[in-house]
């Protein structure tokens, strides 16, 4: 299972009544951050998590609402003693801008590593966990800006009648299970297929903010179970400043969802003057019904369906 | 007059409950911020002010809790269109530092204008107030930091006596007592002392955070309205943290105020790990009476003595 936090749901600027746009995303005890602007650190802080255990930070650009919180972040990560490397991931430039910022968390007693992303579309996985996948994609906005996925694959179900047929003791089960080819001591290779049944729907994840509408948007949100979309302005007059600024309405966000057909969508990423993104939901749901103006702090755990 | 609101109160990471330090002074309707930590800019909008108006900003020094929040605070001023230029004043490496943080705050519509400190105590005026005086003094902390001292002076009263006798035109009374010298159509060139009483008390405002105990400090809240100083530990068993780490006890800064005896004091700057200061302010009281633990919003208007 996957929990996800919107951590904040601000565009542009922080307000007293609004987090700047972040997102947490939690697996297997690892944590993923996504941005990171002013206050995002006081935020998760409210939320009762730690800035110790954050592994991953994606960056979907560096206009200042997205990663003007990371010295404060650093910082407290090192505060709390942490030690292990972070992974930083986003555009081109990302090494420059940070190593810029830490004039003022020049010390740090962890590793960061680096991947700049620089290609329409590119995969990696999430450190030690082969079955989690984070995918960039590239999106239109005024500067390099990247939406992510994240894809978790889940094996078929152990077909029992399978392993016994092939004289397989119980301990070998688990390791197969996992992915693991195991050889036997009579010489035969056991594959994980070889005892597994077709493989099952994983979990999906799309984030998007800062951006106008575009393809690449929908085939990251194809199918997820959870589509996290920008909708900087709720009122359909702005569309022209959405046009300029490069951002979208929430109607064509909802548009987006349609053609992509998540489970459901939150919004996120409010222009300042939005001060009540639900009353202007009611069009947003009859493009795509099951629509939610985020809120600061929404959370959901995205489950395995049983079978 | 002048406005004093402590927008923050908290040292080290901002916190849920509580911003990071930092303190906005208004005098006739410029404004003047003294550090700028993660959120600052959220405080300031909380408590009802505009980040347009920022004429002044003085840094106490640049560990991250005292400025970290610069780079959104400058987009933000920029985008509620500011044009005027900024000052800008700080320890040496005032301009390495901002220029580095505004990696992210590239293009701004106002100017910003430098004065790093480098001596012991330095002096100047509020820009285009002669009789507002700031002065700096070096503290003592880890890194190069400064206290800052407000100082409005008053002119005497205004002697109607001496105008009359002098044949003085009404029209002339309030150039006279603004502090311009007159020449007169007959010749003679009239003075302000002439028409002046004796100089009367002004204003002082002293402001001092991230340093241990020292002389300077006693000196800059000589005699003060309000002295606002750092007291990063309640507990007195935190001695030797404050030691350590350059900071103060409560029971320092008491000591501090009574030695310097300005009005009153408001203490600032608590540790994360101080959650009620109030809890500790009777051992304060019983060396300096007139201190308060300061929290965040606090606010008070100086003026001048009835007379």
Chains 1, 2 share one sequence.
């Not at 195991?182 to 729907?201: N, S, W, Y």
Request: proline share 6%; charged share 25%.
């Amino acid at each position: 299972m996957i929990d996800v936090c919107l951590l904040g749901t601000g565009g542009m600027m922080p307000m007293p009544f609004r987090w700047l746009t972040s997102l947490l995303v939690r697996y297997n005890g690892k944590q993923i951050l996504v941005d990171c602007g002013e206050g995002t650190q006081i935020t998760l802080r409210k939320r009762g998590f730690s800035s110790n255990p954050i592994d991953v930070m994606l960056f979907t650009h560096y206009h200042a609402d997205h990663i003007s919180g990371l010295p404060g972040m650093l910082l407290s990560m090192a505060n709390s003693e942490r030690t292990e490397p972070v992974l930083m991931v986003g555009p081109r430039g990302l090494e420059r801008v940070v190593n810029s910022l830490r004039v003022i968390a020049p010390g740090l007693p962890f590793q960061i590593e680096f991947r700049e992303l620089s290609e329409p579309e590119e995969s990696f996985t999430l450190p030690g966990e082969k079955d989690f996948l984070i995918r960039a994609f590239k999106v239109q906005h005024s500067v390099p800006c990247y939406g992510y996925a994240m894809e978790l694959s889940r094996t078929g179900r152990f077909q029992v009648e399978k392993a016994e047929a092939l004289g397989l003791e119980k301990p070998l089960w688990g390791r197969l299970q996992k992915g693991e080819t195991i050889r036997l001591e009579d010489g035969r290779v056991i594959t994980p297929d070889q005892v597994l049944g077709e493989t099952r729907k994983g979990l999906k994840l799309a984030y998007v903010t800062d951006t106008r509408p575009c393809e690449a948007i929908v085939r990251a949100a194809e199918g997820a179970d959870l589509m996290i979309c920008e909708g900087m302005y709720g009122d359909e007059s702005k569309h022209v400043d959405a046009v300029q600024k490069k951002h979208m309405t929430f109607r064509e966000a909802a548009k987006l969802a349609a053609a992509a057909q998540p489970e459901q969508m939150w919004l996120t990423h409010y222009s300042p003057s939005l001060l009540r993104p639900e009353e202007f939901m009611d069009p947003v749901r009859e493009i795509f019904p099951n629509a939610y103006a985020g809120k600061d702090g929404k959370t959901t755990t995205l489950r395995f369906l049983e079978d």
